[in-house]
């Protein structure tokens, strides 16, 4: 189990509330925009899809429905399937309550984030496009905070590629394999090749890739999670009733840890809720700079897409996790153990090669995602110069993750991700008081 101090405990927990105070504040401002827009958001996604063919493409952007898939392949990742099961092991069932508020708040903060990242992207000499957080944080904020935000979010990056290579390294080579066991330094010899080869390609490789696993891994994991929920449909009225009561009630574990309560729903659902969706951590708005779009506003409706589908199969794993139990199993390893061991429960062999493939699916398409994601914030630090030694760095990572101590992997991540979200979501509630009107322009 992960070991924080009574210090890094009161980091986490207030810089998730300073962070749930600023997307409540942007959710006032854009007038609650995850509401009143929804009908439109699926409208856009619709027409979006039915003309996909027709729409041009430029030598250096990408359609808007691949922007959508390409953030969307970042944000559906393993953390979507582990996290609401560490949140719940950590913090109790309440924390389900603290995945819903973060994704139901971030998606006004991945509204904003994306819509400034259009507004303000750039194109270089060579005709590349310069998108994401660090252009609005450079352009209207402070230039510092636009290369602080870019250091921080390499290294989330990476520190990102290193989990999703670790939790894919430890279900190949786990008992719930069988006889198939794949050793770690196998897995990440091989995952490090495949991503590499897919980013020399550039963002129309990393977007066409992301087009096609998004689709099929959403729906081959919500299709075997809704089945497992549905054996059990007897006892959702408890595990609801649990969710509830553990929200306002701590309660003592066997082992004299006592976990629930309203704070620790709030550390750990909201904490790993924003980790799942990546609200505020601008991430999204990188690739969504990249779409071919005249209305910045319709890309940020969008990209709201991704927040609700995290949080959706956020509540399915969480429902699955409280059905069958794992988490209270003293026997399993924090994280992709205890969600095989549901598999396992309801599907014997076949639901572990569903899982096999699921999280194979997750984390490939997460690491090239984040890959890109960090390949666009080392490319502003040093004005596009060797990017060589970023790939090198980038395979050496996602090596170093399989054979990696999964413990000492997430906590790390989670240490950076709290100063990368609070430069970029207070810089976005500075910039919408100074520039509230370019999030409601005609488009």
């Known amino acids: 189990m992960e070991q924080f101090s009574r210090f890094s ?11 749930l105070a600023a997307s409540l504040v ?18 856009l996604l619709g027409t979006l899809l039915l003309k996909r063919n027709s729409a041009k493409e430029g030598k250096h952007s990408i359609k808007a429905h691949k922007a959508l898939f390409t953030a969307m392949s970042t944000t559906i ?69 636009a290369k602080a935000y870019a250091v921080f979010v390499f290294l989330l990056m990476m520190a990102w590629s290193c989990c999703q290579s670790n939790q894919l390294a430890e279900i190949l080579n ?53 089945w497992i929920i549905f054996c059990n449909t007897g006892k959702l009225g408890a595990a609801f009733e649990l969710i509830l009561t553990s929200a ?27 980790h799942s969706c990546e609200a505020g951590v601008g991430t999204q708005a990188i690739p969504h700079s ?18 609700f589908t995290a949080c959706f199969l956020c509540v399915l794993s969480s429902l699955v996790a409280l059905l069958t139990e794992p988490w209270l199993d003293e026997s399993l390893s924090l994280g992709i153990h205890m ?4 598999y396992q429960l ?26 890109f994601n960090g390949s666009q914030c080392f490319t502003y630090l040093t004005k596009g110069k060797y990017l060589t030694f970023y790939y090198l760095a980038t395979a050496f990572v996602i090596f170093s993750g399989s054979i990696a101590d999964v413990a000492f992997v997430w906590s790390n991540a989670d240490f950076i991700l709290i100063p990368t979200v609070l430069i970029n979501t207070l810089g976005i509630v500075y910039l919408t008081f100074k520039k509230k009107e370019l999030l409601f322009q005609p488009t």
């Open 26 to 43: 942007l959710t006032i401002k854009t007038r609650f925009v995850q509401i009143r827009m929804i009908p439109q958001m699926f409208s």
């Open 77 to 145: 990742g393993i953390s979507t399937i582990v996290s609401p099961i560490i949140a719940i092991k950590l913090g109790g069932a309440g924390a389900v309550l603290g995945f819903i508020l973060a994704t139901f708040l971030g998606a006004a903060v991945n509204f904003t984030e994306v819509t400034f990242a259009l507004r303000y992207r750039k194109k270089a000499a060579d005709g590349k496009i310069l998108g994401g957080p660090m252009q609005y944080l450079h352009d209207e904020v402070a230039p510092f905070l």
């Open 339 to 342: 969600v095989a061991k549901s």
């Open 174 to 226: 786990s008992p719930f394999t069988g006889s198939f066991r794949i050793p770690n330094i196998v897995t990440g010899v091989v995952i490090a090749a495949l991503v590499i080869g897919v980013l020399l390609g550039g963002v129309k490789r990393v977007a066409d890739l992301s087009t096609k696993l998004v689709p099929l891994m959403f729906f081959l994991y919500i299709g075997t999670s809704l």
């Open 290 to 307: 990249m779409a071919e779009t005249s209305a910045p506003a319709h890309q940020g409706v969008l990209a709201m897409l991704s927040t």
């Open 248 to 274: 306002f009630s701590p309660k003592a574990l066997g082992t004299g840890a006592a976990v629930g309560g309203i704070v620790s729903a709030l550390r750990w659902g909201v904490f790993k809720g924003l």
């Open 346 to 371: 309801y599907f014997s062999y076949w639901g572990i090669v569903v899982l096999l493939v699921s999280t194979f699916l997750f984390a490939f398409g997460t690491i090239v995602g984040n890959s």
């Open 9 to 19: 405990q009161m980091f986490l927990f207030v810089g998730s509330l300073v962070i």
